[in-house]
């Protein structure tokens, strides 16, 4: 047999890459098998899982977040089964491989493997094994590959996000980015992919994640898809999600995305910095009016749902120009800004600015960046956690007018690192932590520290709270309804164990 393996970080997703292996295997496909884990499974469990499906050949996709898990069961695999042939590809390892891993597989394939995999057990299996371990592949011709669609389970459409992709590659050389050593884009086939894709929808599925990494680069591809979900399925009841680029939006584009009603379609749009003189240094092209003017009309004339990503640490980028980015997308009323931190990705341009910039990253994935000639150790790890906190208090979308309160005191990201750091005090950690107890650091850092009316805050939370359906009041506030007079009017001192509610509950009983 012949198993075609990987890590996904959530059991939510799913791997298009396996499935484009496992449709292209041509007479091998009924020898092969398909197995997705999790970076929560142990790699004992993962080797367990291969073993029983008595493989020759196991192939895997590697990536930045599962390279470790894979090695390590890599390891463990080949301690026991030295003769079966271990093939890996994917991004993580097609620009080189540390020794380590090197020495453990058989054959890496660099770059696209959809077909070159399908060559490479043919030939083994025939006893015609290439003696060169790396195999580098050219860009494939996507007309040419088998669509994988079918191939995704009624438990996956059920259960799991679909990836789809109506183009490949890159047209732009942004140099932290591995997109940027894309040969040109190449688009599928429209009529064939759509009809794909009319066939998942009739088995079940209604989130579909455009992988393409810039989906409005052919507004004629763009348009024909737009108006097919439109058509064909009038009643809007899917969730789309695609990558553009901020300033290429033609008007009869615009036309398309305006009769979207709202929640049916996420942008991710990439605007990783609005400084000029960055943009050049790291090769990207971007129209600043273009972009602010895009993103401005997404806002005011359609029901789009807007992901911004910005990112930390580029060389030339100062802290005041993170602060110019980030407070631009909030006045504008970005509902999701992503403040990423930069990576090094293996066989990125990135690299040429490590001695001028002086940028340090980390010497394991995900290769962070620790530090920069504009912003030290210590406020990089600042900014890390603001990012973190950031997802947690503002993308979550759970507190957006205690949000809106907390920026109307000053700059929206000196006031946020202000919360920030706040809460990293209190709470200790940027993971693992409550809902309820966001909520409460939330309400004393602006009672306590901004010295906020308590009854305007714990409303303003109350009424972010039901926002949601489904929604509980915050713990440390059950006691309260909205518009009730029970409060504490003077500030309290913030206590993570929460016996602030039961000092409450006890002052209650008494009264």
């Given amino acids: 047999m012949i198993v075609l393996t990987t890590a996904n970080v959530k059991y939510s997703h799913s791997s298009l890459g ?21 970076l929560k499974g142990s790699p004992q469990t993962m080797v367990d899982q291969w073993l029983s499906c008595h493989p020759t050949i196991i192939g895997m996709g590697i990536y930045i977040w599962n390279i470790d898990v894979l090695s390590q069961g890599i390891a463990l695999l080949k301690q026991t089964h030295p003769e079966i042939q271990i093939v890996i ?8 491989v540390s020794d380590g891993l090197s020495d453990l597989v058989d054959y890496i394939i660099a770059l696209e493997g959809d077909q070159a995999f399908t060559k490479l057990c043919r030939d083994i299996l025939n006893n015609k094994a290439p003696r ?32 789809v992709e109506a183009s490949r590659g890159c047209a732009f050389y942004c140099q ?36 393409d990494r810039i989906f409005n680069l052919y507004i004629k591809q763009s348009i024909a898809i737009l108006s097919f979900f439109l058509e064909e399925f009038p009643e809007q009841d899917y969730f789309l999600h695609f990558e553009v680029i901020p300033d290429r939006l033609p ?63 580029l060389p030339g980028a100062s802290l005041d120009t993170v602060k110019e980015d980030l407070n631009q997308l909030v006045a504008l ?37 620790k530090s920069n000639a504009d912003l030290n150790f210590e406020l990089m ?96 506030l059950k006691d309260y309804t909205l518009g009730a007079p029970k409060i504490i009017n003077s500030p309290i001192a913030f206590q993570s164990d929460h016996s602030l509610t039961r000092q409450r509950n006890h002052s209650i009983e008494k009264k």
């Fill in 89 to 96: 590809g994917g991004p993580e390892v097609s620009y080189g």
């Fill in 251 to 313: 008007v009869a584009l615009k036309e398309s995305i305006a009769k979207f009603k709202e929640g049916a379609v996420q942008f991710e749009v990439g605007i990783q910095t609005f400084d000029e003189d960055v943009s050049t240094l790291i090769g990207r092209q971007q129209n600043k009016t273009k972009a602010l003017d895009t993103l401005n009309y997404l806002r005011q004339h359609t029901n789009i749902h807007l992901h911004v990503d910005l990112i930390i640490g």
């Fill in 176 to 211: 932290f980015c591995l997109s940027s050593l894309d040969k040109g884009v190449r688009a599928f086939e429209t009529a064939p992919f759509l009809s794909e894709i009319k066939k998942l929808y009739r088995r079940g599925a209604r989130q579909f994640k455009f992988v």
């Fill in 333 to 369: 009323g970005i509902p999701e800004i992503q403040v990423g931190i930069l990576k090094y990705l293996k066989g990125t341009s990135i690299i040429q600015h490590t001695h001028t910039h002086q940028m340090v990253y980390e010497a394991h994935p995900p290769y962070e960046i």
């Fill in 132 to 163: 060169a371990k790396v195999l580098p592949q050219d860009p494939v011709d996507v007309k040419k590959l088998i669509l994988p669609y079918e191939f995704y389970t009624d438990h996956d459409i059920a259960h799991r996000k679909i990836y």
């Fill in 18 to 38: 396996l499935r484009y292996l496992y449709a292209n295997m041509q007479e091998l496909q009924s020898r092969t098998v398909l197995i997705e884990h999790t």
């Fill in 381 to 476: 790890s600042q900014l890390k956690r603001f990012a973190k906190y950031w997802d947690h208090y503002y993308n979550s979308g759970n507190f957006i007018q205690t949000m809106e309160c907390l920026f109307g005191v000053s700059n929206p990201f000196d006031e946020f690192f202000k919360l920030s750091e706040y809460s990293h005090h209190h709470l200790g950690k940027t993971y693992g932590i409550p809902l309820d107890q966001y909520a409460e650091t939330l309400y004393h850092y602006l009672v306590s520290e901004q010295h906020m009316d308590p009854l305007k805050i714990r409303d303003l939370i109350l009424k972010d709270t039901l926002i949601k359906p489904g929604r509980k009041i915050p713990r440390f």
